[in-house]
């Protein structure tokens, strides 16, 4: 059994980690509270830009070239990892991984190009067997990347699949769904999966456009691209946010209960102590008064 003395610098140790986590979840909760509202307002302009999308294509006579399958004529398929630069946020960044290795499990007879945003996702890569498999790594923080920086990895992009570089252009990131629950989720990106664009909605009279839908759509689809890539990072950033206040909050919490554990321990051990000295004192009093 540990002495008092043991007893009492663990609970001093786990008291100043308590704190640590405790901080953490607050600078998590604060950060949580800031990108989660760019979040929904990234999910209205997205659902906006596509509902007018799906009116323009609804009017071609000729399917658009972005919808058209490549996979078959290039085996190349580009893979964007979205992860986290730091732990501690539970499975977060696991789960999201082994969704990429999966699927490049599934796509043997593929070439696989991996783009990676955050630190945590090359590093995994970097040591595995998959290595030879990165294409580019983005270093800058996944908080710090700005639009104007998606905007350039999106024209790069889609320039490289017009050129026939690469036949599908797929997305990995963690959606948000709430504080305590985030989903995995594979995009693909290009190109367009066939209905993603079917109007639900009838449209209201018929529309003249000025100029052609072909050439507002063909404007539109790169800053649909980009919005769609910029919205999945910030998905991925909130997600992240909340799995790391989540465990945060249980770490604290476990340090409270061993805090209490450690605490009944030395409260016991003090006893024992106490109740052992007093005996000492009664049998040494004992022995002088037979004497």
């Known amino acids: 059994m540990l002495s008092t003395k043991e007893i009492k610098q663990r609970i001093r140790s786990i008291s100043s980690i308590k704190q640590i986590t405790r901080a953490m979840e607050m600078v998590a909760a604060s950060r949580l509270k800031k990108v989660e509202s760019r979040v929904v307002a ?8 596509h509902s007018v999308l799906s009116h323009l294509i609804s009017s071609l006579e000729n399917a658009h070239p972005w919808f058209s399958e490549k996979g078959q004529e290039i085996p190349t398929i580009k893979v964007i990892l979205v992860t986290a630069d730091k732990g501690l946020c539970g499975a977060y960044n696991n789960n999201i991984i082994q969704k ?3 699927f490049i499990r599934e796509k043997t007879d593929k070439k696989i190009k991996l783009i990676l945003i955050g630190k945590k996702g090359y590093v995994y890569f970097s040591k595995s067997k998959y290595a030879d498999l990165i294409e580019k790594y983005i270093p800058e923080s996944t908080e710090k990347i700005g ?41 693909r990106l290009l190109p367009i999966e066939k209905g993603a664009f079917a109007s639900q909605e009838k449209p209201q009279g ?43 909050i249980a770490a604290t919490e476990n340090a409270g209960e061993m805090i209490e554990e450690l605490t009944r321990s030395y409260n016991k051990a003090r006893q024992e102590s106490i109740t052992k000295e007093l005996l000492e004192i009664v049998s040494g009093a004992d022995a002088l008064t037979r004497k």
């Not at 990234?42 to 830009?49: A, H, L």
């Not at 920086?149 to 990131?173: P, T």
């Not at 959606?175 to 989720?185: A, E, G, K, N, Y």
């Open 42 to 49: 990234s999910r209205t302009y997205t659902e906006k830009m």
């Open 100 to 102: 990429v290795v999966r």
């Open 147 to 187: 639009y104007n920086q998606i905007q350039g990895i999106a024209s790069r992009l889609i320039k490289e699949y017009e050129g026939n570089e690469f036949g599908e252009l797929h997305i990995f990131f963690t959606r948000f769904v709430s504080m305590m629950q985030s989903s995995p989720t594979t995009m």
């Open 206 to 248: 018929e529309y003249i456009f000025e100029p052609s839908a072909e050439q507002i759509i063909n404007h539109l689809f790169p800053k649909f691209v980009e919005t769609r890539l910029y919205q999945c990072i910030l998905e991925s950033l909130t997600s992240e946010y909340a799995a790391r206040r989540v465990a945060m």
